[in-house]
T-cell receptor, first 112, second 114 residues
Framework: QKEVEQDPGPLSVPEGAIVSLNCTYSNSAFQYFMWYRQYSRKGPELLMYTYSSGNKEDGRFTAQVDKSSKYISLFIRDSQPSDSATYLCAMSGGTGANNLFFGTGTRLTVIP | EPEVTQTPSHQVTQMGQEVILRCVPISNHLYFYWYRQILGQKVEFLVSFYNNEISEKSEIFDDQFSVERPDGSNFTLKIRSTKLEDSAMYFC????????????FGPGTRLTVT
């Protein structure tokens, strides 16, 4: 199933760097877009969500959705070692709007 | 902070055996979900549950799977006759309202079928 594509990484950046994480999708019915963070041996934790297109900012995190390009991004500013985790994009919409379709996750390491 | 809990953390079973994975959702949540993640693959939706009924299910959720809320706190996933390909991490989630937002995930149960 290739509805949601995400570069699995791994991605290593120095502390303080700006991180850009991205997903593409094929289902034009998707309206809800989420980013989850998953630490080792833990379940996914909701970081941010957006509805339809546009930007949303929360502290050091910014989520962007471009529905015309079917492309979503998560930016992390001033990255910290504690940001080291796997980041999963997820989306839903259309029939089965409560079901989340996940990307494979990008493993991020922030090096002190 | 309230959280979703799951037991056991790791379950090993033989092919053909029945397993029950247990979840305790957040207490004021009314909507419950099961997802699974096969090693190295995406998290996949299995089923959503509300008011003692299945709301939605994926094509993965075939007749060998069932869900139940046996009491006021537990939510269970039963796999009737396990296959090797059922080996995965199973996540339970719950939410206060139905929808894609606000789903809180548990830590998962790793199921290994031998």
């Amino acid at each position: 199933q290739k509805e949601v594509e995400q570069d699995p990484g791994p991605l290593s950046v120095p502390e303080g760097a700006i991180v850009s994480l991205n997903c593409t999708y094929s289902n034009s019915a998707f309206q809800y877009f989420m980013w989850y963070r998953q630490y080792s041996r833990k379940g996914p934790e909701l970081l941010m969500y957006t509805y339809s297109s546009g930007n949303k900012e929360d502290g050091r995190f910014t989520a962007q959705v471009d529905k015309s390009s079917k492309y979503i991004s998560l930016f992390i500013r001033d990255s910290q070692p504690s940001d080291s985790a796997t980041y999963l994009c997820a989306m839903s919409g259309g029939t089965g709007a409560n079901n989340l379709f996940f990307g494979t996750g990008t493993r991020l390491t922030v090096i002190p | 902070e309230p959280e979703v809990t799951q037991t056991p953390s790791h379950q090993v079973t033989q092919m053909g055996q029945e397993v029950i994975l247990r979840c305790v959702p957040i207490s004021n949540h009314l909507y419950f979900y099961w997802y699974r993640q096969i090693l190295g693959q995406k998290v996949e939706f299995l089923v959503s549950f509300y008011n003692n009924e299945i709301s939605e299910k994926s094509e993965i959720f075939d007749d060998q799977f069932s869900v139940e809320r046996p009491d006021g706190s537990n939510f269970t996933l039963k796999i009737r006759s396990t296959k090797l390909e059922d080996s995965a991490m199973y996540f339970c989630a719950s939410s206060e309202v139905m929808g894609p937002f606000g789903q809180y995930f548990g830590p998962g149960t790793r199921l290994t079928v031998t």
